[in-house]
């Protein structure tokens, strides 16, 4: 590879990577955040609810996650193509898509509330602080959800500035309100609850000021129009993703429901190490972004080489990332979950299970970097073709072992954590090998 130029995409990742590492650790906070101060609470069944119905609301919002990515998959193609008007129009077809989701998730809100809970079978405490948080926080959907198609565009275009402002203004103000509701005011669950909602509408206003006089600029009619080629792409994508992430869900959900049946103790230790690994998560999906956008554009520009060079110092910074981030996990990691919960079973719980998560990270970075780059890419059907792998790949596994209780769920994530990475890895290294990428 020419040194120069592999010095400019290493230049060019960490310019965006790093303010999105900054912003995307402060949200991740807010589950910490919601957890200590549960957690601090008189019994495990406080924490153990807001873990269920939290679980239960990332579930559905995650689910419809592929209205960020697919969004800046398009855009990112589009940009690359300088085909202003086209990113446009795919930002438009994506914020319609995202209103109709959002309105069905309203509109069924309480079969799905039922039905979920009726699998989880948790506690009855567990299972009434769950709904309460459930039946607040599902009124958040319509700004997560446009938030993720402006997020998509953000990305795509790299305007990091707004993106990292704008997630800076959702985690403070949940922070600060979940001290002053849960602390101050002592609405517990609810509190927190409440300060998330207001928090999302918050973020979504700013991001419509910022858009505001972009989307002025675009006076044509024409953009708002449905346009069936676009809509057939974006449904095409959209549909893979959303399996993927059905996938990625029901393995995260599965963690949950068996650790709620487990007992409350292990409901609420998995919560505090599964907040822990969204923490580093968080931290990495920087430089899946930043994946996304460069990627994307040089795919649309057809330079296979300028592809190749960001994935592999994608690789280089992600890697070292994860494995610091597991190693800080070994040395503090007891510490850290001292911080989240003074609830002494809950502590040496998590401590028990902590060297498991300390792997998981170790290996995890893979997996989300090669997210990003197929986001880049636009393939969605290997996207979820690899999740479905390790979805079978974690049931099997917790089949086998599911005598070991709590250690055979952990077992079976790292397993998981590990095909996500390895089938997608392998999978880009045959196309590196075959360059029929440049032909797609």
């Given at each position: 590879?020419?040194?120069?130029?592999?010095?400019?995409?290493?230049?060019?990742?960490?310019?965006?990577?790093?303010?999105?590492?900054?912003?995307?650790?402060?949200?991740?906070?807010?589950?910490?955040?919601?957890?200590?101060?549960?957690?601090?609470?008189?019994?495990?069944?406080?924490?153990?609810?807001?873990?269920?119905?939290?679980?239960?609301?990332?579930?559905?919002?995650?689910?419809?996650?592929?209205?960020?990515?697919?969004?800046?998959?398009?855009?990112?193609?589009?940009?690359?193509?300088?085909?202003?008007?086209?990113?446009?129009?795919?930002?438009?077809?994506?914020?319609?898509?995202a209103m109709v989701v959002s309105l069905l998730l309203l509109l069924f809100q309480g079969p799905?509330?039922?039905?979920?809970?009726?699998?989880?079978?948790?506690?009855?405490?567990?299972?009434?602080?769950?709904?309460?948080?459930?039946?607040?926080?599902?009124?958040?959907?319509?700004?997560?959800?446009?938030?993720?198609?402006?997020?998509?565009?953000?990305?795509?275009?790299?305007?990091?500035?707004?993106?990292?402002?704008?997630?800076?203004?959702?985690?403070?103000?949940?922070?600060?309100?979940?001290?002053?509701?849960?602390?101050?005011?002592?609405?517990?669950?609810?509190?927190?609850?409440?300060?998330?909602?207001?928090?999302?509408?918050?973020?979504?206003?700013?991001?419509?000021?910022?858009l505001y006089p972009m989307i002025k600029q675009q006076t044509s009619l024409a953009l708002l129009?449905?346009?069936?080629?676009?809509?057939?792409?974006?449904?095409?994508?959209?549909?893979?993703?959303?399996?993927?992430?059905?996938?990625?869900?029901?393995?995260?959900?599965?963690?949950?429901?068996?650790?709620?049946?487990?007992?409350?103790?292990?409901?609420?230790?998995?919560?505090?190490?599964?907040?822990?690994?969204?923490?580093?998560?968080?931290?990495?999906?920087?430089?899946?972004?930043?994946?996304?956008?460069?990627?994307?554009?040089?795919?649309?520009?057809?330079?296979?080489?300028?592809?190749?060079?960001?994935?592999?110092?994608?690789?280089?910074?992600?890697?070292?990332?994860?494995?610091?981030?597991?190693?800080?996990?070994?040395?503090?990691?007891?510490?850290?979950?001292?911080?989240?919960?003074?609830?002494?079973?809950?502590?040496?719980?998590?401590?028990?299970?902590?060297?498991?998560?300390?792997?998981?990270?170790?290996?995890?970075?893979?997996?989300?970097?090669?997210?990003?780059?197929?986001?880049?890419?636009?393939?969605?059907?290997?996207?979820?073709?690899?999740?479905?792998?390790?979805?079978?790949?974690?049931?099997?596994?917790?089949?086998?072992?599911?005598?070991?209780?709590?250690?055979?769920?952990?077992?079976?994530?790292?397993?998981?954590?590990?095909?996500?990475?390895?089938?997608?890895?392998?999978?880009?290294?045959?196309?590196?090998?075959?360059?029929?990428?440049?032909?797609?």
């Amino acid at each position: 590879m020419n040194i120069v130029a592999l010095v400019e995409q290493q230049r060019k990742l960490l310019m965006l990577a790093l303010p999105m590492i900054f912003s995307n650790i402060t949200t991740p906070l807010l589950g910490l955040v919601d957890t200590a101060v549960i957690g601090h609470l008189d019994h495990a069944y406080y924490l153990g609810g807001i873990a269920v119905g939290s679980m239960i609301i990332s579930i559905l919002f995650w689910l419809c996650g592929f209205l960020r990515m697919s969004t800046t998959g398009v855009i990112a193609q589009a940009l690359g193509q300088n085909d202003l008007k086209l990113a446009w129009q795919y930002f438009f077809h994506s914020l319609w898509f995202a209103m109709v989701v959002s309105l069905l998730l309203l509109l069924f809100q309480g079969p799905v509330k039922q039905l979920i809970f009726y699998v989880i079978a948790a506690g009855k405490e567990v299972t009434y602080y769950g709904q309460v948080y459930f039946d607040i926080r599902i009124f958040s959907a319509p700004a997560v959800l446009a938030n993720f198609v402006i997020l998509g565009y953000l990305v795509a275009s790299r305007r990091i500035k707004w993106l990292v402002y704008q997630l800076l203004c959702i985690n403070l103000i949940n922070i600060g309100l979940d001290l002053l509701f849960v602390v101050q005011l002592g609405w517990g669950v609810s509190g927190a609850a409440i300060a998330s909602v207001i928090a999302d509408y918050c973020g979504l206003l700013l991001l419509l000021v910022v858009l505001y006089p972009m989307i002025k600029q675009q006076t044509s009619l024409a953009l708002l129009r449905i346009e069936k080629p676009l809509l057939k792409r974006l449904l095409s994508l959209n549909r893979d993703i959303f399996i993927r992430s059905l996938a990625l869900q029901l393995c995260l959900g599965f963690i949950t429901v068996k650790g709620a049946r487990l007992g409350d103790l292990y409901v609420a230790a998995n919560a505090i190490l599964l907040n822990l690994f969204m923490f580093a998560s968080y931290g990495l999906d920087g430089f899946a972004y930043a994946a996304e956008s460069l990627v994307g554009r040089a795919h649309g520009k057809n330079d296979l080489k300028q592809q190749h060079r960001v994935v592999w110092v994608a690789i280089g910074w992600c890697g070292f990332i994860g494995l610091a981030f597991s190693g800080c996990l070994w040395l503090w990691g007891q510490t850290w979950i001292s911080w989240l919960t003074d609830i002494v079973p809950i502590q040496q719980l998590s401590v028990q299970y902590l060297p498991w998560l300390v792997l998981v990270c170790g290996v995890a970075w893979l997996s989300f970097l090669m997210d990003g780059v197929y986001i880049g890419l636009t393939r969605s059907r290997a996207m979820r073709n690899s999740m479905l792998i390790a979805c079978l790949g974690f049931f099997t596994v917790w089949w086998l072992v599911q005598h070991w209780q709590n250690d055979g769920l952990w077992l079976a994530f790292l397993c998981f954590m590990l095909l996500r990475g390895l089938t997608l890895g392998l999978h880009y290294l045959y196309i590196y090998g075959s360059n029929k990428e440049a032909k797609n």
